[in-house]
């Protein structure tokens, strides 16, 4: 596995530095050991180097405890203080992240704990979700409010984040939960190329979920029904974004007139005057939710009973009412 890597990792090298490749080169597969021909490397490479996973912000790259998750290198050898680093450039998270060192084992043993959650079945998909995390598990009595960190879609996907109100029965979309290798499954579908895809979107719609719905056109599905309340039946997606805006009004609301931001990892409570106020937990707990799927990037089809849920219930523990007029989940 080792010596395949090597050889990707020169022909790389080669498809890079623009030479023609040398005859017919084998290009290996990472995981099973054996290789295949018919890959078209730079085609794969290129996909690569468009993806965000190319182009990292390097603040958090240069700081001790982020590098981890931030540098590639750094993953790859699961090195968390800058000083045991030694090169002075950074590395984005490259071809060696994932298939060496931390990303290869994870992808072989199928299996990862995450802050909320100890040895998630997720298949190659482990890779993803050992980033891919809001980095702490919540605590509806923590005094510094925390934020979950930008990335959080295992959390969300596993339905294992989030605050929960008492006395509420949280259910999950299981179908999406598990899919054979998980955010693989998805983000690196083999539809539009015979590779697995390497700009990590969601590229093909119907090579991604036209097995479970079929002649399925978008990835906002129509819903099943009006979550949000406005008398409509729409996209998913879209009656995840109306249950987002009701939240945010009704959190602004028990600030008469103030905002909320993130900072330095909190969630940020401010008067009109833009000092930061204490909140009742209830606001915390609907101001994190709200975070956490807001940044989980999918607006809920990562896990679509888990979210709906979640969002329904932040707003009746803030409001002391079920979202008027809404199918409650
Ligand atoms: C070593 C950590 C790491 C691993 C492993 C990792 N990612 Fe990422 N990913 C990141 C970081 C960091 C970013 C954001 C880059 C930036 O903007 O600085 C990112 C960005 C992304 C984005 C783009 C998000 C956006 O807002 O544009 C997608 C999609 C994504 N990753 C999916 C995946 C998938 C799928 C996997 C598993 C195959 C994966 N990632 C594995 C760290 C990782
Ligand atoms: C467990 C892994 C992990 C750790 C540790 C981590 N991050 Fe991140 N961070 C990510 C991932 C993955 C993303 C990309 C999320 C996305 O785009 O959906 C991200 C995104 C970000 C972003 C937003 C980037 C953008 O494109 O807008 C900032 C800022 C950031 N991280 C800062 C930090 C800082 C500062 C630290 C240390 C205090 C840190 N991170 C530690 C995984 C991590
Ligand atoms: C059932 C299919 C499916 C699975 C499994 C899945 N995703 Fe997604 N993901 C999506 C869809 C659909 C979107 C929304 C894309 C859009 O709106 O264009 C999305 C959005 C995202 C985004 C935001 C992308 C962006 O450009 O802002 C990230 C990051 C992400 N997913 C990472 C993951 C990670 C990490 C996992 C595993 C924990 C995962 N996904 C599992 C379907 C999936
Ligand atoms: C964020 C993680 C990530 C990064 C970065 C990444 N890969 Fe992959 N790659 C994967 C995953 C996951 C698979 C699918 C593995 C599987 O199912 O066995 C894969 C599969 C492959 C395959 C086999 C494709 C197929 O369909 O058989 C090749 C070749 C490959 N990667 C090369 C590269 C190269 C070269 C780079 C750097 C330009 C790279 N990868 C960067 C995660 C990554
Ligand atoms: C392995 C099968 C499978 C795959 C793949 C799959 N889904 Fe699903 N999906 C389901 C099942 C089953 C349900 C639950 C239906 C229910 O709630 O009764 C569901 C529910 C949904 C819902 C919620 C509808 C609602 O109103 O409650 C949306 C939206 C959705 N899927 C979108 C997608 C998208 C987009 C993809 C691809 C990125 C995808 N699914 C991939 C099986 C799948």
Redesign the pocket.
């Known amino acids: 596995m080792l010596i395949c890597f090597g050889l990707?990792i020169v022909l790389?090298a080669v498809v890079a530095s623009g030479c023609p490749p040398r005859g017919a080169q084998p290009?290996?597969?990472?995981?099973?050991g054996q290789q295949?021909e018919d890959?078209d490397?730079s085609a794969?490479?290129g996909q690569?180097v468009d993806s965000n996973?190319a182009n990292i912000l390097l603040l958090p790259a240069q700081r001790d405890g982020c590098v981890v998750c931030h540098d590639?290198g750094a993953f790859a050898e699961q090195l968390t203080e800058q000083a045991a680093i030694e090169r002075d450039f950074f590395i984005s998270?490259?071809?060696r992240?994932?298939?060496t060192g931390r990303?290869q084992e994870l992808?072989e043993a199928g299996t990862v704990s995450i802050p909320t959650a100890e040895n998630v079945q997720a298949g190659?998909g482990a890779?993803?979700f050992a980033c891919h995390n809001e980095r702490r598990a919540p605590n509806i009595a923590d005094e510094n409010r925390s934020a979950p960190h930008f990335s959080s879609q295992a959390g969300v996907y596993t339905a294992t984040g989030g605050i929960r109100v008492e006395g509420f029965d949280y259910g999950s979309t299981t179908a999406h939960a598990q899919v054979e290798?998980t955010c693989?499954r998805c983000h690196?579908t083999?539809g539009n190329q015979?590779?697995?895809s390497?700009t990590?979107q969601v590229d093909n719609v119907a090579a991604a979920c036209g097995q479970c719905h079929e002649n399925i056109q978008t990835v906002n599905l129509t819903a099943k029904n009006d979550y949000d309340g406005d008398g409509e039946t729409k996209g998913f997606q879209e009656e995840v974004a109306g249950l987002l805006d009701l939240l945010e009004e009704a959190i602004l609301a028990e600030l008469d007139g103030g905002s909320i931001e993130l900072g330095g990892g909190q969630i940020q409570f401010k008067d009109t005057s833009g000092e930061i106020v204490q909140v009742e937990d209830e606001v915390y707990l609907a101001a994190y939710n709200h975070t956490l799927v807001s940044q989980d990037g999918s607006l809920g089809v990562h896990n679509p009973m888990f979210v709906v849920q979640l969002l329904q219930q932040s707003y009746k523990a803030l409001t002391g009412e079920d979202v008027p007029g809404a199918e409650i989940r």
Do not use: K, Q, Y
């Open positions: 990707m790389v290009t290996p597969v990472p995981g099973d295949r890959i490397i794969l490479v690569w996973h590639g998270i490259d071809c992240a994932c298939h990303g992808m190659t890779l993803c290798n693989v690196m083999e015979d590779f697995a390497h990590f």
